[in-house]
């Protein structure tokens, strides 16, 4: 089983379609969760940190469930800009760190 | 602001060639990441670096090393190249453990590398 298991999809939703991702992960020294974004042929890049409380930035919601083991990250009102991959980062903590990225999940916004 | 930097972006090789991937920060952070794209498959870490002078092998060390002879810089070594070393290949560096490492990683365009 994978440490981080994401759906691939891809998702196609129109614009101003709300759209959401779920991860999970396996290990419980599970510390800290991200979500970062991927273009095409691209670098990745954070989006966002995700925090027990939940936290929104802008049209991007973000929820950990430490008892289920699972990160959501909603996308509300899809921009065509939207489209990308999303890939779930855990860092387990093992004395120092060890960052595990799932292998993301395509969206693909349609105008 | 250059960031992480990694040159070459693109290279072909053949079967048993040899080449080196260089990765640059200026953002003066302690720790250094070689990672593997696939395909289908999260980024894997290839090797580490936590500081000037030392390296650590990550998940999928075989076939490559490293050396981090200054701070800045963190080279990627292929010494015989194969086929199943094709793959796009990330440097990332973040600030060193403490109350100011949010985790965030810093990567560069990548590197994208053909053994034919």
């Known amino acids: 089983r994978k440490e981080v298991e994401q759906d691939p999809g891809p998702f196609n939703v129109p614009e101003g379609a709300t759209v959401a991702f779920n991860c999970t992960y396996s290990n419980s020294a599970s510390q800290s969760f991200f979500w970062y974004r991927q273009d095409c042929r691209k670098e990745p890049k954070l989006l966002m940190s995700v925090y027990s409380s939940g936290n929104e930035d802008g049209r991007f919601t973000a929820q950990l469930n430490r008892a289920s083991q699972y990160i959501s990250l909603l996308i509300r009102d899809s921009k065509l800009s939207d489209s990308a991959t999303y890939l779930c980062?855990?860092?387990?903590?093992?004395?120092?760190?060890?960052?595990?990225f799932g292998a993301g999940t395509r969206l693909f916004v349609k105008a | 602001n250059a960031g992480v930097t990694q040159t070459p972006k693109f290279r072909v090789l053949k079967t048993g060639q040899s080449m080196t991937l260089l990765c640059a920060q200026d953002m003066n952070h302690e720790y250094m990441y070689w990672y593997r794209q696939d395909p289908g498959m999260g980024l894997r870490l290839i090797h580490y670096s936590v500081g000037e002078g030392t390296t650590a092998k990550g998940e999928v060390p075989d076939g490559y090393n490293v050396s981090r002879l200054k701070k800045q810089n963190f080279l990627l070594g292929l010494e015989s190249a194969a086929p199943s070393q094709t793959s796009v290949y990330f440097c990332?560096?973040?600030?060193?453990?403490?109350?100011?490492?949010?985790?965030?990683?810093?990567f560069g365009e990548g590197s994208r590398l053909t053994v034919l």
């Open positions: 990332a560096s973040s600030p060193g453990q403490g109350v100011t490492n949010t985790g965030e990683l810093f």
């Open positions: 980062v855990v860092n387990i903590r093992t004395g120092g760190f060890k960052t595990i």
